[in-house]
């Protein structure tokens, strides 16, 4: 089975009106061909009131996208209480616990991390990251956001920019969604 890497996804709140999603738009089969440098992997969802971010299976990704707006539209909006079923689902469900990926997901409120082994964590510092690069991207957000006055914005097209200067599964194609 040919396996594809892909996505750095980093995620910055400054204060409750400036926050920021963003990622590469690498996709990358093995360890030797890049198949796509301009995919999106983020969106703004739920009445463009909550960012997304995915990385793993683009598959898998858009299964959880959509399982996720059903979770946020049950629990009228509530980015918290959304999540927490939306992980319980995907531990719990026979078809659903097989999918491979992980999503940050933010508000005015919160920015969460979701995964398939039924953790939702919010990240002690407002940014986090992940994917193939996520490393990387973290540790550019940290010194960024906690050193310099830069905005969300500018914070997650930097970090992302590093990280693409390092990982070969990210590149600088960026896509940004901001609240």
């Known amino acids: ?14 204060d409750k009106d400036d926050i920021c999603i963003g990622g590469d738009g690498q996709v990358t089969m093995g360890e030797t061909a890049v ?3 301009g995919a999106k992997k983020v969106q ?3 009445k463009n009131s909550v960012l997304v971010g995915f990385a793993g299976s683009v598959a898998d990704a858009f299964s959880l996208r959509e399982k996720f707006e059903e979770k946020l539209e049950e629990h009228g909006g509530n980015l918290k209480r959304a999540a927490v079923a939306l992980a319980q689902l995907w531990r719990t469900d026979k078809m659903m616990r097989n999918l491979e990926a992980l999503m940050i997901v933010a508000d005015k409120e919160a ?3 979701i995964s398939g082994n039924g953790e939702v964590i919010e990240p002690d510092q407002d940014f986090i990251a992940i994917g193939s690069g996520g490393n990387y991207a973290y540790a550019a957000a940290n010194a960024l956001f906690n050193h310099t006055e830069k905005n969300a ?7 992302l920019r590093i990280a693409s200067s390092i990982c070969v599964y990210t590149n600088d194609n960026i896509t940004v969604e901001k609240l």
Request: avoid cysteine.
């Open 1 to 14: 089975m040919v396996e594809f890497r892909a996505t750095t996804i980093v995620a910055v709140r400054r």
């Open 35 to 37: 198949m796509k440098m």
């Open 44 to 46: 703004k969802i739920y």
């Open 111 to 113: 920015m969460l991390l």
């Open 153 to 159: 914005e500018e914070i997650v097209k930097e970090s």
